[in-house]
């Protein structure tokens, strides 16, 4: 975007949104295919804020014609920041928290109560 404003060239914004929603989109359709694939799975469930995605939406209802497709109403579509945060919550509340500002990302965290 900058490279063409430097040129003097003009940018269509709504062009630029459009084409990398494709790619995004895309991108999550060919890895979710291989998925399907390589584990013989017989439901594909589409979750998250990402699945308010309409493109998404009808494109993987498009594609995956051979399993079971699940997509929620969009009133379910939300990111996990809620999730997280009442996991830190707990966690603070259970005197585990942890002060240190630079915490590093542990994907496969424990945050069931004991």
């Known amino acids: 975007l900058n490279t ?8 269509r914004v709504a062009d630029m949104c459009t084409s990398f929603q ?3 989109v895309e991108q999550l359709i060919v890895k979710s295919r ?3 694939d390589d584990y013989k799975a017989k439901m ?8 308010a ?11 995956f014609t051979n399993v079971d497709v699940l997509v929620p109403p969009f009133k379910y579509c939300t ?4 999730m ?8 603070y509340k259970n005197d585990k928290a942890v002060l ?10 424990h945050l069931a109560r004991k």
């Open 4 to 11: 063409l404003k430097m040129k003097g060239e003009s940018v």
């Open 22 to 24: 494709e790619a995004a």
């Open 34 to 36: 291989k998925a399907v």
């Open 44 to 51: 594909f469930v589409v979750a998250g804020g990402v699945a």
């Open 53 to 63: 995605n309409k493109h998404l939406r009808a494109r993987v209802q498009a594609v």
């Open 79 to 82: 990111d996990n920041a809620a």
């Open 84 to 91: 997280m945060s009442i996991a830190g919550y707990y966690q």
């Open 100 to 109: 240190d500002t630079e915490l590093n990302g542990y994907p496969r965290m």
